[in-house]
């Protein structure tokens, strides 16, 4: 039997490749994002090329009790999962007191609290069956503070930490939890979070969203733990656990300049 993968952020960037991988597989999706249009054109592209099953479901996922709004759709639609890709996130490059509020609490809404909730609402579903997976995107950023986006690398730690520990946890249900961290990569990323402004950005190779998609997919499928996209990128995690943690911010600082 077809198994179902939901997705989050799948009308764009690395979602997106990921939703074209697990359809190449024969996977029915359940993909959603706030652009219906694009979800709609996807779901007709997938369907035709792949003959599987795409549902869509149009939700901001920045809105506070968005997780189980969209898990209640799934179990209205009699839909059932076997795989959780919590994808959909964003940034915001600047310092810290010029932004909004409301821009760091959707931050955090989406990036934390919706994927902490979908996580949590999932693998209750699927405990008694012991069988699931799940992918987490984080980040790069995950590894150190980062003055000029520090909602968005805290943010991200908090997705790795939280995925690593269940990992360990989910063990006894037999659901693997594996969180993907990529490094600069050509999406729409990089002009909604105004980032490509940063020395970062202007000065690393920008890696390929499909296969940065294809690292996280192969790495859920074999239960890995954390897989981190680039040759460079996973250096510097192991270089920075030798250096004091104020050298880090202030190295991390330096990166983050324009
Ligand atoms: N690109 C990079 O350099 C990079 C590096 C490290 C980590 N990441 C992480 O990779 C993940 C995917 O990002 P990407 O690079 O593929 O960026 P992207 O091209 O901007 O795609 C982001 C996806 O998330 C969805 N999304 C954004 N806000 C949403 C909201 N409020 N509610 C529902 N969906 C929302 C977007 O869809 P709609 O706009 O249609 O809602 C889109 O499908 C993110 O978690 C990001 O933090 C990216």
Redesign the pocket.
Known sequence: MSKTALI?????????ELAFLFAKDGCNLVL????AD??VTLKEELEEDYAVSVHIVA?????PD?AQAVFSEVKTRGIDTDYLV??????NYGRFLDAEWNCHE?MIT??IT?LTHLTYLFANDWKGRKAGRILN?????AFQPGPMMAV?FAT?SFVLHLSEALAHEFGQEQISVTT??????????????K?NASRL?KHVR??G?GE?ASLGYKAMMRGKPVVIHGQMNKLAPFGIRFLPRKWVTRLSAKIMQQ
């Open positions: 989050t952020g799948a009308s764009k960037g690395i979602g997106r959603v994002a706030r652009s694009l979800l939700a901001d996922l920045s809105q968005a919590n994808n959909a996130g964003f940034g959707r989406l990036n919706t995107v984080s980040s790069t950023a968005y991200k993907l961290c990529p490094g600069p990569t050509s999406t729409h990323f990089g002009e909604v979070s980032m950005v920008i890696a969203a940065v």
